[in-house]
């Protein structure tokens, strides 16, 4: 079963720094990768994505804060986020763009 799978999310101070993973379960390999977020009352947004090659896009909030970046011989996808705002607080969720699949998600909230 193709599963994808995220891991970092936890419970941080404004102005800290989190590490998001995507990995897979269940054996396929990543290509395009795309982080998005879902908070409390809102719908799910893009927040970055990543080709296979490394190219990267960002949606204008995160720019400058946030870093997707890869690791393809550990088939292993990354978001690096810093200076972390309690507005970031949210359900992190990594896709595989190309087939479509999901990741469970990890919670990042961002309090004092």
């Known amino acids: 079963q193709v599963q994808l799978v995220e891991s970092g999310g936890g419970l941080v101070q404004p102005g800290e720094s989190l590490k998001l993973s995507c990995a897979t379960s269940g054996g396929f390999w990543l290509n395009a990768v795309g982080w998005y977020r879902q908070a409390p009352g809102k719908q799910r947004e893009l927040v970055a994505s990543i080709s296979r090659d490394g190219n990267t896009n960002y949606a204008d909030d995160m720019k400058g804060r946030f870093t997707a970046s890869r690791d393809n011989a550990k088939n292993t996808v990354y978001l690096q986020m810093n200076s972390l705002k309690p507005e970031d607080t949210a359900v992190y969720f990594c896709?595989?763009?190309?087939?479509?699949?999901w990741g469970r998600g990890t919670q990042v909230t961002v309090s004092s």
């Open positions: 896709k595989a763009l190309d087939t479509g699949y």
